[in-house]
């Protein structure tokens, strides 16, 4: 049993050749990408893209899609394509720092939990279950009175109640490599336990748990804009998706291109990951097709 490195590639490979879904799942990732990376070179006004208000805000308050302004200007007449485009690159830094952290809390979280029994189960086991209970809107409505508003209130919110579901993974996973006869050998043997945790422990559970970390990019994304939205994560003027759109809320009637562009943007980023993701999670357990598949 190996989730080595080869295998990964293999499982992306035949994703590739077999999935149209996966196909266009990584183009629109690869799109957001590519927007993040030359996002602040291509802006028209990155100034206003940062949220800086232009001196003639008064005359270009709420234009509509022009030559000019293919995305008009919102309520302050900052440019709603210079503030898309510079939210690119937040946005990937706020899942990526959410996801890559709370993949490694609930890998350890979850392994040691799984290797080492007795006390140390329980109690990991209960802590999980205890953070499990705990909506992300509600922890960052905690945190928000209780540190402010920023980025490390939006991310600490997001990790606290993300890391279990990694953990109960790593955990069943762990599981069952440990109760496996090479293992237990190796232990009879007297090997260290830290030679044992990362051989052929962690290395057999990796993969799986990294295959359902990506299909959660998504989900992370529509969390933190939801929490941007409601003004518990970042700065009112920071260029985030949830923000602008939130921004253009209350002129949604007459002023719809405001919400209308950040909300494409979160649409199509959590759409490219979990199809990327979904198509990954079916080539290791091909039960988990779903009927729709069949159009693709």
């Known amino acids: 049993m190996s989730w080595g490195g080869e295998r990964l590639g293999s499982l992306v490979g035949r994703a590739w050749r077999g999935s149209a879904r996966f196909r266009a799942g990584v183009a629109m990732s690869l799109l957001i990408l590519a927007l993040a990376a030359v996002g602040p070179l291509v802006a028209p ?19 509509p899609p022009s030559l000019e302004f293919p ?8 440019d709603v394509l210079s503030r898309v485009l510079m939210g690119a ?7 990526g720092t959410v996801v890559a952290l709370s993949l490694a809390v609930g890998l350890l979280v979850g392994v040691l939990a799984a290797y080492y029994r007795g006390l140390v189960e329980a109690a990991l086991t209960y802590a999980t279950e205890v953070f499990l209970a705990l ?4 922890v960052a409505l905690a945190l928000r009175l209780a540190l402010g508003q920023g980025f ?6 997001l990790i606290l109640s993300w890391w279990p579901w990694y ?3 790593s955990f069943v996973y762990a599981r069952s490599v440990v109760e496996m006869d090479y ?5 009879l043997a007297g090997v260290p336990d830290r030679i044992i945790l990362l051989r052929h422990v962690l290395r057999n559970v990796v993969q799986p748990v990294l295959v359902q970390a990506i299909t959660d990019l998504g989900s992370v994304l529509l969390e933190a804009s939801a929490i941007n939205f409601l003004g518990l994560g970042l700065e009112p003027d920071a260029p985030d998706w949830g923000i602008i759109a939130q921004n253009g809320f209350k002129y949604v009637t007459s002023m719809p291109w405001i919400s209308l562009f950040p909300g494409l943007f979160i649409l199509l980023t959590a759409l490219g990951f979990s199809l ?5 999670r079916e080539g290791l357990d091909p039960r988990l097709r779903r009927r729709w598949r069949l159009w693709f």
């Open 167 to 169: 953990a109960r993974a």
């Open 135 to 138: 909506p992300a809107i509600v």
């Open 71 to 78: 995305m008009g200007t919102d309520s302050l007449g900052r």
């Open 183 to 187: 293992v237990l050998l190796a232990r």
């Open 89 to 95: 690159r937040l946005a990937l830094v706020q899942v």
């Open 45 to 63: 006004h990155p100034s206003e893209g940062m949220g800086q208000v232009p001196p003639d805000a008064a005359e270009r308050a709420g234009r």
């Open 276 to 280: 990327v993701g979904d198509a990954l």
């Open 152 to 157: 490390h209130t939006l991310v600490l919110s």
